[in-house]
Every structure is written in structure tokens, then in C-alpha cells.
């Protein structure tokens, strides 16, 4: 090629089956998959597709919320590193920051607070929707069912083009999914529901919500409420994941944030995804023993099933979250005793990380590998795991759909296809079937 190719941010492209040559433009480390559709074989074709199922290798979106770097384990909201959010910040205060860009001034953070916390009741009518579940429901099939029926609470979340009206759901939502979540909780034990208490934390409403009995006011343990207000942090948000693709894809339509919500955590509840917090404790159980990991491990390596907590999509190296999540544990487990899971999860993860199968394939533990033993050991029962997942994810979800809504580029979600099925065929009467 006669010009220096770094003169030039374009690649060039010849198409071998006409001999044309193509110039794609390529800026911010990318090319546009539409810039594709020129290079036809005929006039007529409909010009090439790029084919990325699942998206392994395609940006959706523009975002300035999250930044991942997978190979350095670097994760960090708005600019700020996980790590320092997690040591300095509170959930509130981070939720502040993925919604609106930056941190909070004292008198934001102070206004924030109060505007959530005097939205975390829930509609009467709802309570009387969770009513209709069995005892024995999924806390994540009563929270995603009722997030949705919330839309029919408050119809003015249908004009997603109104700034206020998506100010106010995303407060609306962000205070009132613990109390969702809280509920579900009590209603598997047949408890009544305890109202939030606005004097409380976030965290220490939440605790309330789940664990007041008797005594006139819940007292959390402030070593737990900040284990919480952490794990809250981490989960925050996670850039493109399964469950925030579904809530830009749902929110594309321009529907309510109620029923985006809904399907992100529906999205989430998948054992692939959020879900994988209660599918490692399950594992632990399964294996019940340090000395039956080998045979367990001989069994993934085989194809028997996955080592569930481990791997990622984008992290090929530790889930900065996951090494918080171990130190967060530690000052857990000073208050409640040892999880027993915790050693065979040790144990695990140290022979995994010495494995070829594993190392090839840059599988390490994940947020969720960790995250499960901690609640456990604070007392939620494992199917809670998912909603806990889901009640900080909120903050992520509404900041991403805020972000989709007042996106120039944005168009309703609706990719293509490579049709491998049937030509066209006349119909056949029954008789010749
Ligand atoms: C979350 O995307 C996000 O950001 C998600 C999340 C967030 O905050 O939103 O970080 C939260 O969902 C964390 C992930 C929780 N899920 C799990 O722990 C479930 C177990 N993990 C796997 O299902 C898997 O690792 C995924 C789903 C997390 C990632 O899947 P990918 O990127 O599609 O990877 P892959 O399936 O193509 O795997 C590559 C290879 C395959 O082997 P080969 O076919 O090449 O021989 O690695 C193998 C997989 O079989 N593999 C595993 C494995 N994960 C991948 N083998 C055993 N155990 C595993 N856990």
C-alpha cells in the first residue's frame, strides 16, 4: 500500500469475490458494523452483516459510567477505582456518582439520602400482590413479578421522555427494592411484613425490614451494615453485562423502568449471571469436603458441569471485586464464626488457579464466588443471594437507561439475523403430509 497505514484511522478492504475495494473508517478503537452494508457481491444484495452471536466482540453503546480492563483486573464508576469506592464511599453516595456523573457535595448527598428515604414504602396494593405467591416462592420470581406490577402503580413512569418522570422512578425504584426484596424474604417465613424505618441507614432500613421482631426498633450490627454497604458497592454496576443489555434493550422501546427493571432482574436471576452466587454455595454443599474437590474438578475438566463462580466474559485475570469480597469476609467472619464453605472455597480456588485447564482458559473466581459465603454467614438463606445481587444492580440498570434515553444515537434495539432456515415452499394439504 503506497500511504502509511498508521497516516490513516481506516482499515481497507478488498473484497475478494469482486476485487472493489473498500476504506472503513475506524475511531475510538472501532469500526461501524453499518459502514459494512457497501461491500456487495451484486447490486442488489443487501450488503455484508457482521455476525456476533451473544456479542463477544461487539460495542452496543457508548458509556461513561463503567470501565473495565478485563486483562488488569481495573474496574472503575465514573473514573473513580472500585477499590477506593469500596474503602471510602457508601452505596448512596456511589449510586449518586453512577447516576449523575459525579460525587455528591454534603448538602446533594444529604438531599439524595432524604429523597430515597422517604420513598421506601411500597403501594399497599402491592403488599397484597406478593399476598398471591406460594409460601415457598423464589424471592427473585415475587421481586421481578412485583417490580413489574409496580408500572401499574405509577403510570407516569410511561413518559420516559420527561426528565422529571425519570428522576422521580429512579428514586422511586432505587428506595424501594430492599423493601421489595425484604418482603419476599418474610413472606417465605410466614412473618409480617416490617415497615421501613426512616431513621435508619439504607443498609440498616433493609436489615430492619428483614430481621425486626419484637423490639421496638432494629439495632444492625454496624460491622454487617458496612459488610453490606460494600457488597452493595461492588455490585453496583458492571458495564454491558447480560442483565444491563436487557435493560437498555427493554428501555429501547421506550418502556416504563418498571418493566425494564423487571427484565433486567430476569436477566440476572440466570445461574450464568446473578444467579451464580446461589449456584456456588450449592456446589460447596455438593462437594461438602476438601478431600472431594479433586474428583469435582476431575468431573468440570471432563464436561460435567461448571465450576460455578469462576470465569468471566471480560475479566481474563481476578475480578478485582472478588479480592474485596475475600477481605470483606474475614472481618464478617470475626462477628459470626467461619463459614465451613469457606475452606473447601479456599481450597477450590487454589487448586483451579494451578490447573492448565483453568489457567488456559483464564478462569478466575468472580464476584460471585465469594459473595454467597458472605451472606450465608450473615444469615440470608441462599435463595435470597440472586436479590441481593439485584437491590445495588438497581442503581447500575436505571444509570445505564437514563444514559440509553439521552443518547443521540439511540434507535430502538432490533439486530439482524443469518437465516439458515426453509426456502420458500408452496403450502401442503393435509392429505400429503
Ligand atoms: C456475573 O458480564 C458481567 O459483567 C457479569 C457480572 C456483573 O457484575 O454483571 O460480572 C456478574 O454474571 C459474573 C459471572 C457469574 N457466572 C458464573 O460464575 C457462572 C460460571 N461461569 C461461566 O458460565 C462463564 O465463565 C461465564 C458465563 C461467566 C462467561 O462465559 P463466556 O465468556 O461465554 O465464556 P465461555 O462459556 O465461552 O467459556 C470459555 C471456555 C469454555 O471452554 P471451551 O469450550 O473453550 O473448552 O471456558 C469454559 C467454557 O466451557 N468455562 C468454564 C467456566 N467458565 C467458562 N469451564 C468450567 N467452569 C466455568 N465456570
Known amino acids: 500500500m503506497k500511504e502509511d497505514p498508521e497516516s490513516k484511522e481506516s482499515l481497507t478492504v478488498v473484497d475478494n469475490r469482486t476485487g472493489l475495494t473498500y476504506e472503513i473508517p475506524i475511531k475510538d478503537q472501532a469500526v461501524n458494523a453499518s459502514d459494512f452494508r457497501k461491500i456487495k457481491e451484486h447490486e442488489r444484495d443487501f450488503g455484508l452483516l457482521v455476525y456476533d452471536p451473544s456479542f463477544v466482540n461487539t460495542a452496543s453503546c457508548r458509556s461513561a459510567i463503567t470501565f473495565i480492563d478485563g486483562d488488569q483486573g481495573v474496574l472503575e464508576y465514573r473514573g473513580y477505582p472500585i477499590e477506593e469506592l469500596a474503602k471510602k464511599s457508601t452505596f448512596l453516595e456511589t449510586a449518586y456518582l453512577l447516576i449523575k456523573g459525579e460525587l455528591p457535595t454534603s448538602a446533594e448527598l444529604d438531599a439524595w ?13 402491592m403488599k397484597m400482590f406478593m399476598e398471591g405467591f406460594q409460601y415457598d416462592a423464589h424471592p427473585m420470581g415475587m421481586l421481578i413479578a412485583t417490580v413489574a406490577a409496580m408500572s401499574t402503580i405509577y403510570r407516569d413512569a410511561r413518559d420516559v421522555t420527561d426528565p422529571e418522570s425519570r428522576e422521580a422512578n429512579t428514586i422511586r425504584l432505587i428506595a424501594k427494592m430492599p423493601t421489595v426484596a425484604a418482603f419476599t424474604y418474610r413472606h417465605n417465613r410466614g412473618l409480617p411484613y416490617v415497615y421501613p424505618d426512616n431513621d435508619l441507614t439504607y443498609v440498616g432500613n433493609f436489615l430492619s425490614m428483614l430481621w425486626k421482631m419484637a423490639e421496638p426498633q432494629y439495632a444492625p450490627s454496624p460491622v454487617l451494615e458496612r459488610a453490606i454497604d460494600v457488597l452493595f458497592i461492588l455490585h453496583a454496576d458492571h458495564e454491558q453485562n447480560c442483565s444491563t443489555n436487557a435493560m437498555r434493550s427493554v428501555g429501547s422501546s421506550e418502556s416504563d423502568p418498571y418493566s425494564s427493571t423487571a427484565a433486567a432482574a430476569a436477566a440476572l436471576y440466570g445461574p450464568l449471571h446473578g444467579g451464580a452466587n446461589e449456584a456456588v454455595i450449592n456446589m460447596l454443599n ?8 479433586p474428583d469435582f474438578v476431575r468431573r468440570v475438566k471432563e464436561g460435567e458441569g461448571l465450576l460455578w463462580g469462576f470465569g468471566h466474559r471480560v475479566y481474563k485475570n481476578y475480578d478485582p471485586r ?3 469480597i475475600k477481605q470483606t469476609a474475614d472481618e464478617v467472619f470475626e462477628l459470626t464464626g467461619p463459614n465451613p464453605l469457606l475452606e473447601i472455597a479456599l481450597e477450590l480456588e487454589r487448586i483451579a488457579l494451578e490447573d492448565d485447564y483453568f489457567i488456559e482458559r483464564k478462569l478466575y473466581p468472580n464476584v460471585d464466588f465469594y459473595s454467597g459465603i458472605i451472606y450465608q454467614a450473615l444469615g440470608f438463606p441462599v435463595d435470597m443471594f440472586p436479590a441481593l445481587f439485584a437491590i445495588p444492580r438497581t442503581a447500575g440498570w436505571l444509570a445505564q437507561w437514563r444514559e440509553m434515553l439521552e443518547d443521540k444515537e439511540r434507535k430502538i434495539a432490533r439486530p439482524r439475523q443469518l437465516f439458515v432456515g426453509e426456502s420458500r415452499r408452496p403450502y401442503v394439504p393435509m392429505d400429503q403430509r
Not at 439520602?113 to 396494593?125: D, F, P
Not at 455438593?286 to 474437590?293: A, E, P, R, T, V
Open 113 to 125: 439520602t432524604n429523597e430515597i428515604r422517604t420513598h421506601t414504602y411500597m403501594h399497599e396494593k
Open 286 to 293: 455438593g462437594i461438602g469436603d476438601k478431600k472431594n474437590i
Open 322 to 324: 472478588a479480592e474485596i
